[in-house]
């Protein structure tokens, strides 16, 4: 399956400079991105490479994103308390 979605630079240096796999997840406030350790992934995610991280997509998922966005990411930082680096 090849995603019909975009990833925002922003969000692949974000990515990438982390050193870290990722995964998209559900919230109450919605998409949200989440390091492995905070979520796991699952053997049906789809996996997109950004740099040398992967970046799991549960299959269901894909089929409702558009985009791969900032936002998914502030969704992590203001949960956790973390800061943008």
């Not at 969000?11 to 905070?38: C, H, M, N, W």
Request: hydrophobic residues 35%; charged residues 25%.
């Amino acid at each position: 399956m090849i995603p019909a979605f975009s990833i925002d630079e922003k969000v692949r240096a974000y990515i990438r400079k982390s050193g870290q796999d990722f995964r998209l997840s559900t919230s109450p406030d919605g998409p949200v991105l989440l390091p492995l350790g905070e979520s796991s992934s699952k053997p049906s995610d789809m996996k997109i490479l950004v740099g040398s991280n992967v970046l799991y997509v549960s299959k269901l998922q894909a089929k409702y994103i558009k985009r791969i966005d900032w936002p998914m990411v502030e969704r992590y930082l203001n949960a956790s308390g973390e800061s943008e680096t």
